[in-house]
């Protein structure tokens, strides 16, 4: 295994210190257009998986800070950050040592290879027990809505890989110093821009919300003897919204500590002001089921009346189950897991909208399948409901609030953000973010329900990962051939 110069470690570290400044918790967005050069420029000289291992260490590690400041429930939470850490920064150590692995690099390697791979590797990691919706390049972007249109055709893989064939140009420009790099990364930028010439398809079905944005400190939210004020705090805050004259008022995830729909006595208060509202309300609640516990958005039809529910697909990765439960009690950890978490939340169903609204529950919208199902089955609006009390005030809010411009460009659908502890908001189809709140209260507006399917809800990502995928296959064949007909020996016979 080839060992790093300190300065090639420097690089590579410096190069993952880049990209998590450009990430929504700093915002520095333009460093995404530059941020991967001294780390392709540390694998054109060095092969092996320690310029990814250095990268992602120090990308991963500052962009999941966030996840210790769950510490303060589970301290174990600290050994899980830094494992996590480690895991994906070898992720991206094995990325590295493939885009160069048997070959010199070469411009098709920075222009080609390198964007297709980096689009592989981010939609695995949305796969398995320990996936990440966060920590994605195109999620940079999420204030650029210029530059993100591109989602609504390809998805947002698409975004990432440009942008890394943008580093890509610049690499080149420093490894071969000719004009002419410079000119193409510009023209990859405007590639991006160019999605924004693409009408989309508008609507005149207009929808007035209300949304409750509250500011619950998850350790009071946890204690059960907090119900009473609590539910008069939501009460207060759904008169606010009441006055807003809404047809429809939402409520943030899991709001009490009680099963709503269990407990007459609540399931009528909040019967009640939807019917004094005269508007639908949505709100996240536990639900207890044929001896199975589910995180649940509950709608309230104007009337009063439970009209459905809608259970969560994809909980949490220890946060709400354990992921191999069953083999830890086998191999003697079950009473730790337990411990750590006493029962796993099951799966609901199916993503089945609430009437028209689509309503991914806090960790799904993070991901794109989620808010693609639901509209692909006729969602006209898409409704997030989060807790995002557990981290504080981290980075998480912020991060999370950006994946609601995405959910909504990718899917042309106006995205409704309601937030405990975090960011609640309206996003349009085209990812303005029309309304953003902090603090507690209740902001309302007007969305459009729309109907028409985007490409990408259409067609998923087939096509961009489809290619990608074909691509690395290319040129995995070729070095490999190429190696073989030069008698083992890899010479770089890419254009200058």
Not at 411 to 431: D, L
Not at 459 to 485: N, P, Q
């Amino acid at each position: 295994m080839t060992h790093l110069t300190w300065k090639e470690t420097l690089l590579s570290l410096g190069s993952g210190v880049l990209t998590a400044l450009a990430m929504p918790g700093f915002g520095a967005f333009p460093l995404i257009f530059f941020c991967l050069v001294p780390l392709f420029v540390v694998l054109e000289r060095r092969k092996g998986i320690w310029p990814g291992l250095w990268f992602g260490i120090s990308f991963f590690a500052i962009d999941l800070r966030w996840i210790s400041t769950l510490s303060r429930f589970y301290p174990i939470v600290i050994a899980g950050y830094v494992i996590l850490v480690l895991i994906f920064a070898l992720g991206c150590g094995l990325l590295g040592a493939l885009i160069v692995w048997r070959k010199r690099s070469s411009a098709w390697t920075w222009l080609v290879l390198a964007p297709a791979a980096f689009a592989i590797a981010e939609y695995l990691r949305t796969l398995g027990p320990l996936s990440l919706g966060f920590s994605t390049l195109y999620g940079s972007l999420y204030r650029v809505p210029l530059l993100i249109q591109s989602a609504a055709v390809f998805g947002p893989w698409f975004i990432s890989a440009m942008l890394v064939a943008i580093n890509g140009s610049l690499t080149l420009l420093v490894i071969r110093r000719r004009p002419r790099y410079v000119a193409l990364a510009a023209v990859g930028v405007l590639l991006l821009s160019a999605f924004s010439l693409i009408p989309f398809p508008t609507s005149e079905t207009s929808l007035d919300v209300a949304i409750v944005s509250s500011t619950v400190a998850q350790e009071e939210k946890l204690d059960g003897r907090n119900l009473p004020s609590l539910r008069d705090r939501y009460l207060d805050l759904g008169q606010q919204a009441l006055e807003t004259q809404a047809e429809l008022i939402v409520f943030p995830e899991s709001i009490l500590p009680a099963y709503i729909l269990q407990n007459e006595s609540l399931k009528n208060d909040f019967g009640d002001l939807a019917q004094r509202a005269d508007a639908a309300i949505l709100l996240g609640t536990g639900v207890y089921r044929d001896r199975n516990i589910y995180n649940a958005v509950a709608l309230f039809s104007p009337s009063g009346e439970i009209v459905d529910t809608y259970d969560m697909v994809r909980p949490v990765p220890f946060g709400e189950y354990i992921p191999g439960r069953t083999v830890l009690e086998w191999i003697g950890l079950g009473s730790w897991a337990r411990s750590f978490l006493p029962l796993d939340l099951s799966r609901g169903e199916g993503y089945r909208p609430l009437s028209i609204y689509g309503t991914p529950i806090c960790f799904e919208s993070t991901f794109p399948l989620p808010a693609r199902s639901l509209t692909r089955n006729g969602a006209q609006a898409l409704v997030t409901v989060t807790n995002d009390a557990w981290f504080a005030e981290s980075s998480e809010l912020i991060a999370h609030f950006a994946s609601a411009v995405f959910r909504a460009v990718e899917n042309r659908r106006w995205v409704i953000q309601s937030a405990n502890g975090g960011f609640s908001g309206i996003v349009s189809p085209s990812g303005n973010i029309e309304q953003i709140l902090h603090t507690e209260g209740v902001l309302s507006g007007a969305v459009a329900l729309q109907t028409e399917l985007s490409l990408y809800t259409r067609w998923g990502d087939w096509f961009v990962l489809g290619i990608s995928c074909l691509i690395a296959l290319g040129f995995a064949a070729t070095r490999m051939l190429i190696r073989k007909d030069n008698g083992g020996k890899i010479d770089d016979l890419a254009p200058e």
